[in-house]
C-alpha cells in the first residue's frame, strides 16, 4: 500500500484580527539545528521521530513493533518485505517522513530543533537545510543536488513509465525550488503566492518579505492581478522586494531592528521613508544622483499600492484611526515625494542616458543574420524529417529555436510577444489578401499578399498585434507542429515550447544565440530591441505620409505618440545632415528660400562652408541629377513586371 504523503496543512485561513497584530521578526526565530555530540567516539543519540505518534524515538525500529504501531499498514509491509535493500527503504521512507511532519510543526511555531540527515557539527543557520522531495530528509541546500541525484527512494524508470513523463519528455528539475515548495508557507498565504515567493532568491531580502503580513498581502494584489501570465512572476517578486529592501534600509537608520511595512505607512515617519528609500537607492548629497534611480521611482509606486491595501484593511475592521493614517500618508507622498526623490531619481536618468552610444546594427549584419537563419531553417527541416526517434528532440528544438529568431526577426517585434504566441492563435491564420480591395493595391502589393500569411497575437497592454510569416516559416512551423506529439508535453500552450517543461523558449535567448554565429561584424547590436528602432529610423528615410507612420506604428504595436517619443529615435547622421542646411540658410541670412519648404527640399549652395566631395554627381538631391518626374514613372513602369518577380523569387526562396 502507498504511503500516505499528506502534509499537515500549512495554510490556515486568514486571520481578521488587526494586520499590525501580525508582525513577525526574524529576529524572534529561536529555530535551532540539532549538532552531534560526539566526543572521540560516535554517539547514537539521534532521535527519530514516529509517523504515527509524532513521539521522538531513540529505536525507532523498535516502537514501530509495538502493539501500538504494529497492525499499521505501512508497517505490516515493511516486516512483510524479505528483500532487505527494499525493507531498509520502507524503514527509511517511514523514518524521513516523522522527521519531515516534526520539522514542519517547528517552522510553522518558528521554535524547536530540526531534524537533519547529516547533523553538523557546529551551529548552523536552519534556512540553510531543504527537504527531498522523493525521500522528505532535510539536507543543506548546497548538497540537495548532490543527494537527489543517488536519492534510495526516487522513482525507478519502471514507475517514471507509470506514473511520470515518459523519458523522451525531458524535465529539468529544480531540487532548491522544489524543496521550497514543501516547506509550510506564512500564515495565511495563498498556494500560488507560496509558490511565486519560493521561486525567488532566497537571501535576507526575500526573508523580510515573508515575515511581513502587509507585504503577503500586497503579493496576493499582485497575483490577482498578473498571476494568470507566468512570465510575470519575476515582476511581482521584484515589486515585493523593493519595499523590503525598503523596509530594511529604515531598519538600520533608524535602529528598529522589528520593524515592518505597517511601521513606514504613517505621515509621522514620512521624512524616514524618504531618507531610507535615498539610502537604499543610493542617493549622494553632493551631486543629488542617485546610484541606482530606477529603485527610487517604482518603489514610490509600490509603497501607495501597501498604503491602499492597508486602508482596505482598516475599512474592513471599521479601524478610522488606521484609516486616517493611510489618507495622510498618502496624501504626504502627493505633495513632497516628487521634489524630494523623483526629480532627482528622474534627473539621474537623463544624465545617464545623454552620453551614451545609441549604436543601431548595420544593414549588413542583419542581412548576414537573416541569410544564416534562412539557411539553418533549410537544414533545420531536412534533419528533422530524416533524423532518428533518438535525435528527435534536439533537432526539433533547433529547429523551433531558429524558425523563432527568423520570425522575430523578419517582423521586428517584442520578444516576449512572440516567444509566447499560443496554439490557438496560430490555429486562426490567414492568407493577407483577407478583406482588401485589390484595386486599390500595386502589382508588388498584390504579390505580396499571395504569399504572406497573417496571425494575429496578444500584444503589450492587450493590444492585437498581427504577425507576418511567409511560406517558407509556416511550412517549418507546419513541420514542427507535427512532430509536436513526440517531444513536447500535451499541457503545453505554446507555439515555440520548450521541450524542457511547460514554459516556452526565450527569443531573446535565440536571437542572441544565432547573433554570435552568423559572422556579423558588431553581433552584439544584433538585438530585437535595436531592430525595432532600426525599422524606426529607416521610416525617416522614407518620408511616410501620416496615415503611413499610423500603419507603421499599429503593425509594431505602438501608440502613435510612443513610436514618435521613443522608437523613430534620429540618428546623428540624419539630424546633421538635414539640420545643418537649415543653419547654414539662417547664417546668410536667405529666409525667403526656405518658405513652404520642408527639410529634404532646403538646398545649400555650393560656396557654403560644408565640404562636399566633386566626384559624387549622383545624388538624387541634386536638381541637375535629378530626372524629369514623367521619365522617372516610365523607368518604373516598365521595370514594375520584373521587379514583381524578383521579389516572388526572393521570398519563395
Given at each position: 500500500?502507498p504511503v500516505?504523503?499528506?502534509?499537515?496543512?500549512?495554510?490556515?485561513?486568514?486571520?481578521?484580527?488587526?494586520v499590525?497584530?501580525?508582525?513577525v521578526?526574524?529576529?524572534?526565530?529561536?529555530?535551532?539545528?540539532?549538532?552531534?555530540s560526539?566526543?572521540?567516539?560516535?554517539?547514537?543519540?539521534?532521535?527519530?521521530?514516529?509517523?504515527?505518534?509524532?513521539?521522538?524515538?531513540?529505536?525507532?525500529?523498535?516502537h514501530?513493533l509495538?502493539?501500538?504501531?504494529?497492525?499499521e499498514t505501512e508497517v505490516?509491509q515493511?516486516?512483510?518485505?524479505?528483500?532487505?535493500?527494499?525493507?531498509?527503504?520502507?524503514?527509511?521512507?517511514?523514518?524521513?517522513y516523522?522527521?519531515?511532519?516534526?520539522?514542519?510543526?517547528?517552522?510553522?511555531?518558528?521554535?524547536?530543533?530540526?531534524?537533519?540527515?547529516?547533523?553538523?557539527?557546529?551551529?548552523?543557520?536552519?534556512?540553510?537545510?531543504?527537504?527531498?522531495?522523493?525521500?522528505?530528509a532535510?539536507?543543506s541546500?548546497?548538497d540537495?543536488?548532490?543527494?537527489?541525484?543517488r536519492?534510495k527512494?526516487?522513482?525507478?524508470?519502471?514507475?517514471?513509465?507509470?506514473?511520470?513523463?515518459p523519458?523522451?519528455?525531458?524535465?529539468?528539475?529544480?531540487?532548491?525550488?522544489?524543496?521550497?515548495?514543501?516547506?509550510?508557507?506564512?500564515?495565511?498565504?495563498?498556494?500560488k503566492?507560496?509558490?511565486?515567493?519560493s521561486?525567488?532568491v532566497?537571501?535576507?531580502?526575500?526573508?523580510v518579505?515573508?515575515?511581513?503580513?502587509?507585504?503577503?498581502?500586497?503579493?496576493?494584489?499582485?497575483?490577482?492581478?498578473h498571476?494568470h501570465?507566468k512570465?510575470?512572476?519575476?515582476?511581482?517578486?521584484q515589486?515585493?522586494?523593493?519595499?523590503?529592501?525598503?523596509?530594511?534600509?529604515?531598519?538600520?537608520l533608524?535602529?528598529?531592528?522589528?520593524?515592518?511595512?505597517v511601521?513606514?505607512?504613517?505621515?509621522?515617519k514620512?521624512?524616514?521613508?524618504?531618507a531610507?528609500t535615498?539610502k537604499?537607492?543610493?542617493?549622494?548629497?553632493?551631486?543629488?544622483?542617485?546610484?541606482?534611480?530606477?529603485?527610487?521611482?517604482k518603489?514610490?509606486?509600490?509603497?501607495?499600492?501597501?498604503?491602499?491595501?492597508?486602508?482596505?484593511?482598516?475599512l474592513?475592521?471599521?479601524?478610522?484611526?488606521?484609516?486616517?493614517?493611510?489618507?495622510?500618508?498618502?496624501k504626504?507622498?502627493?505633495?513632497k515625494?516628487?521634489?524630494?526623490?523623483?526629480?532627482h531619481?528622474?534627473?539621474?536618468?537623463?544624465?545617464?542616458?545623454?552620453?551614451?552610444s545609441?549604436?543601431?546594427?548595420?544593414?549588413?549584419?542583419?542581412?548576414?543574420?537573416?541569410?544564416?537563419?534562412?539557411?539553418?531553417?533549410?537544414?533545420g527541416?531536412?534533419?528533422?524529417?530524416?533524423?532518428?526517434?533518438?535525435?528527435?528532440?534536439d533537432?526539433?528544438?533547433?529547429?523551433?529555436?531558429?524558425t523563432?529568431?527568423?520570425?522575430?526577426?523578419?517582423n521586428?517585434?517584442?520578444?516576449?510577444?512572440?516567444?509566447?504566441?499560443?496554439?490557438?492563435?496560430?490555429?486562426?491564420?490567414?492568407k493577407?489578401?483577407g478583406g482588401?480591395?485589390?484595386?486599390?493595391?500595386?502589382?508588388?502589393?498584390?504579390?505580396?499578399?499571395?504569399?504572406v500569411?497573417?496571425?494575429?497575437?496578444n500584444g503589450?497592454?492587450?493590444n492585437?498585434?498581427?504577425?507576418?510569416l511567409?511560406?517558407?516559416?509556416?511550412?517549418?512551423?507546419?513541420?514542427?507542429?507535427?512532430?509536436?506529439?513526440?517531444?513536447?508535453?500535451?499541457?503545453?500552450?505554446?507555439?515555440?515550447?520548450?521541450?524542457?517543461?511547460?514554459?516556452?523558449?526565450?527569443?531573446t535567448?535565440t536571437?542572441r544565440?544565432?547573433?554570435?554565429?552568423c559572422?556579423?561584424?558588431?553581433?552584439?547590436?544584433?538585438r530585437l530591441?535595436?531592430?525595432r528602432?532600426h525599422?524606426?529610423i529607416?521610416?525617416q528615410?522614407?518620408?511616410?505620409?501620416?496615415?503611413?507612420?499610423?500603419?507603421?506604428?499599429?503593425?509594431?504595436?505602438?501608440?502613435?505618440?510612443?513610436?514618435?517619443?521613443?522608437?523613430?529615435l534620429?540618428?546623428?547622421?540624419l539630424?546633421?545632415?538635414k539640420?545643418s542646411?537649415?543653419?547654414?540658410?539662417?547664417?546668410?541670412?536667405?529666409?525667403?528660400?526656405?518658405?513652404?519648404?520642408?527639410?529634404?527640399?532646403?538646398?545649400?549652395?555650393a560656396?557654403?562652408?560644408?565640404?562636399?566631395?566633386?566626384?559624387?554627381?549622383?545624388?538624387?538631391?541634386?536638381?541637375?541629377?535629378?530626372?524629369?518626374?514623367?521619365?522617372?514613372?516610365?523607368?518604373?513602369?516598365?521595370?514594375?513586371?520584373?521587379?514583381?518577380?524578383?521579389?516572388?523569387?526572393y521570398?519563395?526562396?
Amino acid at each position: 500500500m502507498p504511503v500516505d504523503h499528506s502534509v499537515p496543512n500549512t495554510s490556515p485561513a486568514h486571520a481578521s484580527a488587526s494586520v499590525q497584530s501580525a508582525k513577525v521578526s526574524s529576529s524572534s526565530c529561536s529555530i535551532n539545528v540539532m549538532t552531534t555530540s560526539n566526543n572521540n567516539c560516535r554517539k547514537w543519540d539521534k532521535p527519530q521521530y514516529c509517523k504515527f505518534c509524532s513521539q521522538p524515538q531513540k529505536k525507532l525500529p523498535r516502537h514501530l513493533l509495538t502493539p501500538q504501531h504494529v497492525n499499521e499498514t505501512e508497517v505490516q509491509q515493511w516486516i512483510a518485505t524479505k528483500d532487505m535493500k527494499e525493507k531498509a527503504n520502507l524503514l527509511a521512507k517511514m523514518r524521513n517522513y516523522g522527521n519531515y511532519r516534526h520539522n514542519v510543526k517547528v517552522l510553522q511555531e518558528n521554535k524547536g530543533t530540526l531534524i537533519v540527515a547529516y547533523r553538523p557539527k557546529y551551529d548552523v543557520d536552519p534556512e540553510e537545510y531543504l527537504p527531498c522531495s522523493h525521500c522528505y530528509a532535510f539536507y543543506s541546500k548546497d548538497d540537495l543536488y548532490r543527494h537527489v541525484h543517488r536519492c534510495k527512494l526516487r522513482p525507478d524508470v519502471e514507475d517514471e513509465d507509470e506514473t511520470c513523463e515518459p523519458p523522451k519528455k525531458k524535465k529539468r528539475t529544480l531540487h532548491v525550488q522544489t524543496g521550497r515548495m514543501m516547506l509550510p508557507g506564512p500564515s495565511g498565504v495563498s498556494p500560488k503566492v507560496h509558490m511565486i515567493l519560493s521561486m525567488g532568491v532566497d537571501d535576507e531580502i526575500l526573508r523580510v518579505v515573508k515575515s511581513d503580513r502587509l507585504m503577503q498581502q500586497v503579493a496576493e494584489r499582485l497575483t490577482l492581478k498578473h498571476g494568470h501570465d507566468k512570465d510575470q512572476y519575476s515582476y511581482i517578486r521584484q515589486k515585493l522586494r523593493e519595499l523590503a529592501r525598503l523596509v530594511r534600509e529604515y531598519r538600520k537608520l533608524n535602529d528598529h531592528p522589528s520593524a515592518s511595512l505597517v511601521d513606514l505607512i504613517c505621515p509621522t515617519k514620512f521624512n524616514e521613508v524618504i531618507a531610507a528609500t535615498r539610502k537604499a537607492a543610493g542617493f549622494n548629497e553632493d551631486t543629488h544622483l542617485y546610484t541606482t534611480p530606477s529603485l527610487a521611482l517604482k518603489v514610490g509606486y509600490t509603497l501607495v499600492t501597501a498604503a491602499k491595501v492597508l486602508m482596505g484593511n482598516a475599512l474592513l475592521q471599521a479601524d478610522a484611526g488606521l484609516e486616517k493614517k493611510c489618507k495622510q500618508f498618502i496624501k504626504s507622498y502627493t505633495l513632497k515625494w516628487e521634489a524630494e526623490v523623483s526629480t532627482h531619481a528622474l534627473r539621474t536618468l537623463k544624465v545617464n542616458k545623454r552620453n551614451t552610444s545609441r549604436l543601431l546594427p548595420l544593414t549588413t549584419d542583419v542581412v548576414a543574420l537573416s541569410n544564416y537563419v534562412r539557411k539553418e531553417t533549410k537544414e533545420g527541416k531536412q534533419k528533422l524529417n530524416s533524423c532518428s526517434s533518438d535525435e528527435t528532440l534536439d533537432r526539433w528544438k533547433q529547429l523551433a529555436e531558429v524558425t523563432l529568431t527568423q520570425v522575430c526577426v523578419f517582423n521586428r517585434k517584442r520578444p516576449g510577444e512572440v516567444s509566447k504566441m499560443p496554439l490557438s492563435d496560430y490555429k486562426c491564420i490567414t492568407k493577407g489578401e483577407g478583406g482588401i480591395f485589390g484595386e486599390g493595391l500595386t502589382k508588388w502589393e498584390k504579390a505580396l499578399c499571395n504569399v504572406v500569411w497573417r496571425v494575429e497575437i496578444n500584444g503589450k497592454c492587450n493590444n492585437t498585434v498581427p504577425v507576418l510569416l511567409t511560406d517558407d516559416m509556416k511550412g517549418s512551423i507546419d513541420l514542427l507542429m507535427e512532430k509536436r506529439s513526440q517531444v513536447v508535453n500535451d499541457g503545453n500552450p505554446y507555439l515555440f515550447a520548450n521541450p524542457d517543461g511547460r514554459g516556452h523558449l526565450r527569443a531573446t535567448d535565440t536571437v542572441r544565440n544565432h547573433a554570435q554565429k552568423c559572422g556579423a561584424k558588431y553581433p552584439d547590436q544584433l538585438r530585437l530591441t535595436k531592430l525595432r528602432k532600426h525599422i524606426a529610423i529607416s521610416s525617416q528615410i522614407m518620408n511616410l505620409k501620416d496615415n503611413e507612420v499610423d500603419i507603421l506604428a499599429t503593425f509594431m504595436g505602438h501608440d502613435i505618440r510612443t513610436h514618435r517619443a521613443y522608437y523613430r529615435l534620429p540618428d546623428a547622421s540624419l539630424q546633421v545632415a538635414k539640420i545643418s542646411k537649415v543653419l547654414f540658410s539662417m547664417e546668410k541670412g536667405d529666409l525667403k528660400a526656405m518658405a513652404g519648404k520642408t527639410l529634404d527640399d532646403v538646398r545649400v549652395d555650393a560656396d557654403e562652408e560644408c565640404n562636399i566631395d566633386p566626384d559624387v554627381d549622383d545624388d538624387p538631391d541634386n536638381e541637375v541629377n535629378r530626372p524629369d518626374d514623367a521619365v522617372l514613372m516610365d523607368e518604373m513602369s516598365d521595370k514594375e513586371n520584373e521587379g514583381v518577380n524578383e521579389l516572388l523569387c526572393y521570398i519563395l526562396c
